[in-house]
């Protein structure tokens, strides 16, 4: 009996961190590693998946930071879950960058062009922070293909007005405190401490909406 009460608080010692990684990867808790959105809605029609909404702007660092370690997390994403990148509008150079995301999307290069906007932006300086124009988006995605007015036709089109007010609306109603942020089904924006926390969390409730799918 003595021997026990001298190993119990080693043992303590050892369960206690068990248990609380343990919780951390089964049950995320609201407040400390998502918020309830409330205005709940996703930000396209479910049609059976799980969405999992980053918003991010170009010409955040912190997004381009977390983009290695999101497009890796993606690609491990199962079939029931459809991510989807949405670029926040804030104004000025937020909105000039959200409209040339739409573009590339509208001109087929988003997918080989998303990450290098990033390093164009923070590494390499081949794009303007401020006031880019629209020739100089131009002439950075006719690198993928694009034929400069095909690509400005696209900047400039209904669609893409209508696609960043969209993403507007979308983060305005989640009420995003900055970027990148991630939510899970228009229901959940997630919180914690890193990007790894982040996606630890995402996945977390990406497998409370399936549970909860099955039981319907």
Not at 94 to 106: G, I, L, M, P
Not at 169 to 180: I, K, L, S
């Amino acid at each position: 009996m003595t021997y026990f009460l001298r190993l119990f608080p080693l043992l303590l010692a050892l369960l206690l961190p068990l248990t609380a990684c343990a919780a951390d990867g089964t049950a995320p808790v609201e407040g400390r590693d998502y918020e309830l959105i409330a205005e709940p809605g996703p930000f396209a029609p479910l049609a059976g998946k799980i969405e999992v909404v980053e918003v991010f702007g170009y010409p955040c660092i912190h997004c381009a930071h977390f983009e290695p370690l999101l497009e890796a997390w993606v690609a491990r994403l199962p079939a029931d879950v459809r991510f989807t990148a949405v670029p926040a509008a804030f104004g000025g150079h937020w909105d000039a960058y959200a409209r040339a995301f739409y573009a590339a999307e509208q001109t087929a290069v988003l997918k080989r062009s998303h990450a290098d906007v990033f390093k164009a932006l923070h590494e390499r300086g081949s794009l303007p922070m401020q006031n880019v124009s629209p020739d100089e988006l131009a002439t950075f995605y006719a690198a993928y293909g694009v034929q400069p007015q095909r690509y400005t036709d696209a900047l400039r089109s209904e669609q893409t007005d209508a696609r960043v007010k969209a993403a507007r609306a979308f983060a305005m109603r989640v009420r995003v405190p900055g970027t990148p942020a991630l939510v899970v089904n228009g229901k959940y924006l997630v919180k914690g401490r890193s990007f790894e926390d982040q996606l630890r969390i995402a996945g977390a409730l990406v497998e409370r909406e399936r549970a909860a799918a099955r039981r319907r």
